[in-house]
């Protein structure tokens, strides 16, 4: 079984999500919702940490997405960890990305 490597989360990808998970707490008026998500997408992650190579190449060498519902986690590919660049809502204007 191959070594898993560690992840390795970015500020700006960290607080993506964590505004993705309030506004559907705000939203929604409780955590179910945004607990599910947060759940699946740790889940698709900690399969990444042991496959690295889960996901769609992009245009830039070593970076790849992997799509969890309608997210979009940007990672890259290192020796020993998975750096996670940015969580992207799909439904976004893909503009604002950068």
């Known amino acids: ?18 505004e993705f998970l309030d506004f559907y707490n705000r939203r929604n008026g409780n955590i179910r919702y945004s607990a599910r998500l947060l759940k699946e997408i740790l889940k698709d992650i900690s399969l990444l940490s042991a496959q690295a190579f889960l996901g769609k190449q992009t245009d ?3 970076i790849r ?3 969890v519902w309608e997210y979009l986690i940007f990672h890259e590919n290192h020796a020993d960890i998975i ?3 940015n969580v992207w809502d799909s439904r976004r204007k893909p503009e604002k990305l950068y």
């Open 1 to 18: 079984m191959a070594k898993r490597k560690k992840v390795i989360w970015s500020d700006k990808a960290r607080q993506d999500l964590l």
């Open 60 to 62: 830039h060498e070593n």
């Open 65 to 67: 997405v992997l799509v």
């Open 83 to 85: 750096f996670i660049i």
